[in-house]
């Protein structure tokens, strides 16, 4: 089995894996990173969102053997003390329901924010389509962007 050396975090790691293995079980059996979410495994509801080189991808789609000296950032990276500007909009609004899905929304809003600093309701919808969440947070979700871009 190979040995893969990965940047998470601004953290070296090393782990021997099948390299077909995607990040997401990467992250979560190997590293216990396990802020990023399994929801479908197939690229449909966005909770294993993390940032590849500043680019919010689906973990469970993304092939450990192409990631190379990329830059990963997982929820657990993306602040030092859950003060970034989107974890303390999402508080604000209180967004979370269950709670499962909002990893994901908060790594591709995070991803958003940065390329796209004010984006239009217009821009948040687009961004944030393929992010589901069952039980229907997407007002607070687009409240609590809002208020992270100001
Ligand atoms: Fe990756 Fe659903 S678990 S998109």
């Given at each position: 089995m190979p040995t893969y050396k990965l940047s998470i975090n601004n953290k070296k790691y090393s782990v021997d894996v099948d390299e077909d293995t995607p990040l997401l079980w990467v992250l979560r059996?190997?590293?216990?990173?396990?802020?990023t979410k399994y929801g479908c495994?197939?690229?449909?509801?966005?909770?294993?969102t993390v940032h590849f080189n500043g680019t919010a991808v689906r973990s469970c789609l993304l092939?450990?053997?192409?990631?190379?000296n990329s830059k990963i950032t997982t929820i657990e990276g993306l602040s030092a003390n859950g003060d970034h500007p989107v974890q303390k909009a999402w508080l604000e609004h209180d967004?979370?329901?269950?709670?499962?899905?909002q990893c994901g929304q908060i790594m591709n809003a995070a991803a958003l924010l940065k390329t796209n600093p004010n984006p239009s309701d217009e821009d948040i919808n687009v961004a944030m389509?393929?992010?589901?969440c069952r039980c229907g947070t997407y007002i607070r979700i687009k409240q609590a962007i809002k208020t992270a871009s100001k």
């Open positions: 059996d190997h590293l216990d990173l396990v802020g495994g197939i690229g449909q509801c966005g909770a294993c092939a450990v053997s192409v990631i190379g967004v979370p329901q269950c709670g499962y899905c389509n393929g992010n589901i």
